[in-house]
């Protein structure tokens, strides 16, 4: 009789145990949804358009910097590259961006190339670059950004 | 090449999904499409994808000049080839899933609270979507990864042309030139078909996979626990922040859960066949091996599900079927590691042996993971509704594995039917979480900065995780009565 009794309320506790979690599983899953529907406006994301546009994330206006150059370099087998300014996370992230959308050609380390791809902060800092380097200025995108020749020696 | 073009080749892809897993499924006119269809259907998609992007780089390998055979081959040999071998396959027969209704009707009142509940799911799950393809908008180049290693790999594939082979250079070794390439293909053979690049193609991919995953557990809980369950159980998937957040990132890492959770399911219904077990296990292997060509942790999860299955004597018997399943997808990935990847940063940054072991028996290297392993799952932080509120509510970092816990404690045990394939599982998710553990212990950069990756690691086996647990018990909602178990203890 004991046991059965304790049985029973071992199940009685377990359902109710079971009924808590059914609706914490509900309201956890409802809240979080929420909130990140709230964080995320799926809605105004997709109504502000193409990515070109909409694309307002740090990754989408580093990669922009890029496209221009893609056309000159196409069929280049690898450039150097060499940026400055910033965290180094940031250089960091300017050079894998410049990779990626420069992709097939390599963007490797600037010191032994011909070709070099000079991204800096401003114009400024990329004239002191030149000048402290034997580099001759093929092209000039703006905001520091260029594309460079090493001089023969 | 055309928008047309690609629906083309994304119908032929479910098209050989759905061949292939006409002749590894057993078939039965009562357990068809009907029952098992929401697990199918996802199962079909995910091989026609692999599929696909297998072929594409077989074709970037082999005959990268001859675009007219590669699509000859791709929309209409090998569809007819996965379709006749799944006309050929002998058919094999099912002991019927554990039926809840027939157990125990529902009451009307139980049945408006089961479809309210499919509603809620229902909703929420379209939401989740929604949020991982506005992740996927707002960054539209992917995250980190998704930029810096799938998708620049995607773009040496379709634009490299002979020198796609750039990608694998030691000079770009932060894109990890040893990494599978089924993501990357994928997407590349889309914009070959396409026509030209663009971002919208990565994303889809991504939300899709997304999508995929949730519909694959919800269709495997329904089928093997009932739709009540079901619904729990993708409520408890679809409510996760990494889930979500990584769903939109377009990264490699909601693919590979989806083919962990399919290898799972397929040993799951092998448990349940009494013909063609032996297919399962096939599939299951393929499912596995497609895996290892998402991710190198892929790898891992071939080997520790073969040792699982090898340790369990009556699993043992169809291990050969497993790895035969595998041996496709790892013949290909032992192809490119050995002809084109150079070594693993893993083995090739680590400077001696004594070192390794030093970092295996280095205490405090071991507090740092365990604690972020604890700290992610049952950790809590404290939550202030406002700026100027003294009192701070501790909230759980990872709500779903708590709930998950408290479904597993309050749940029945009862795997029945399902045991050694839950146990088989179990197993396998235990040992790939200890080899993501020594894999972080021994490797050679900032320890601090590695175990942030913990919760994308741990992304991997969420999903299987939520299906193992609700398998090993009876889970939430089901009356006691219905269980014979617990009757046989009331008495």
């Known amino acids: 009789m004991t046991t059965q009794y304790k049985v029973r309320a071992g199940e009685r506790l377990r359902a109710a145990g079971r009924a808590v979690v059914q609706v914490a599983i509900v309201l956890w899953a409802v809240l979080a949804v929420r909130v990140y529907l709230d964080r995320n406006q799926p809605l105004r994301q997709f109504a502000a358009g193409p990515w070109h546009q909409a694309g307002k994330d740090r990754f989408s206006q580093a990669a922009r910097v890029y496209l221009p150059l893609r056309d000159r370099l196409r069929g280049v087998q690898s450039v150097g590259f060499v940026c400055g300014g910033g965290s180094e996370d940031a250089r960091t992230m300017r050079h894998y961006m410049a990779q990626s959308m420069l992709a097939p050609t390599l963007v490797v380390r600037w010191e032994e190339q011909r070709v070099v791809i000079a991204a800096f902060d401003n114009d400024g800092q990329l004239a002191q670059f030149m000048l402290a380097g034997p580099f001759r200025l093929r092209e000039h995108f703006g905001s520091g950004l260029a594309i460079l020749d090493r001089e023969a020696k | ?491």
Not at chain 2, 19 to 47: E, M, T
């Open chain 2, 1 to 491: 090449m055309s928008i047309a073009w690609v629906m083309v080749a994304m119908g032929v892809s479910v098209c050989t999904g759905w061949g292939l897993l006409r002749a590894l499924w057993p078939r039965d006119s009562a357990y068809a499409v009907g029952k098992s269809g929401l697990v199918r259907i996802p199962l079909a998609i995910g091989l026609g994808w692999a599929v696909g992007a297998a072929h594409y780089c077989v074709w970037r390998v082999v005959y990268p000049e001859l675009e007219w055979l590669y699509r000859l081959m791709d929309c209409l040999v090998i569809p007819a080839a996965a379709w006749w071998a799944g006309r050929m396959a002998r058919s094999g027969s099912w002991v019927p899933p554990r039926a809840h209704s027939a157990l125990q009707p529902l009451s009307p009142i139980h049945r408006s609270y089961v479809g309210a509940l499919v509603g809620l799911t229902l909703g929420v799950g379209i939401a989740a979507v929604c949020i991982s393809a506005a992740q996927a908008w707002r960054e539209p180049l992917g995250a980190w990864d998704g930029w810096a290693i799938w998708n620049l790999k995607a773009r040496f594939l379709y634009r490299g042309g002979p020198h796609w082979t750039g990608m694998f250079s030691k000079d770009i070794w932060f894109s990890h030139p040893d990494y599978p390439l089924l993501l990357p293909a994928s997407i590349a053979r889309l914009w070959s078909y396409l026509g030209h690049e663009n971002t919208l193609v990565p994303q889809l991919t991504a939300v899709a996979a997304t999508g995929l995953v949730a519909l694959l557990l919800f269709g495997v809980l329904a089928w093997l626990r009932g739709v009540e369950q079901a619904c729990f159980g993708t409520l408890l998937l679809v409510s996760s922040k990494v889930f979500l957040y990584y769903g939109g990132a377009q990264v490699a890492d909601v693919p590979l859960s989806f083919f962990l959770l399919g290898a799972i399911i397929a040993l799951a219904a092998a448990q349940r066949s009494q013909q063609g077990v032996r297919a399962l296990f096939a599939l299951s292997g393929v499912l596995a091996g497609c895996g290892a060509m998402v991710k190198n942790e892929g790898l891992v999860i071939c080997v520790v599900l073969l040792a699982a299955c090898i340790m369990r004597r009556d699993l043992r018997r169809n291990a050969l079927m497993l790895v035969m399943g595998m041996a496709p997808a790892l013949s290909l990935m032992a192809v490119q590691k050995t002809l084109f990847a150079g070594e693993s940063y893993l083995v090739a940054d680590q400077s001696s042996f004594q070192a390794v072991v030093q970092k295996l028996v280095d205490p405090s290297r071991h507090q740092t993971i365990a604690w972020a392993l604890l700290d992610h799952n049952v950790g809590f932080y404290p939550w202030r509704p406002l700026a100027a509120c003294p009192l701070a509510i501790p909230l759980p970092n990872h709500p779903g594995m708590v709930l998950l816990l408290l479904t597993f404690v309050c749940g029945i045990w009862g795997v029945g039917r399902d045991r050694l394939a839950v146990a088989a599982a179990a197993v396998t998710l235990l040992l790939t979480v200890g080899t993501y553990y020594v894999v972080l212990l021994i490797m050679p950069y900032d320890l601090a900065t590695l175990v942030e990756s913990w919760p994308r690691l741990q992304l991997h086996i969420w999903p299987s995780l939520i299906l193992v647990l609700f398998l090993m018990t009876r889970g939430l909602g089901e009356s006691e009565q219905a269980c014979p178990a617990s009757r046989s203890l009331a008495r």
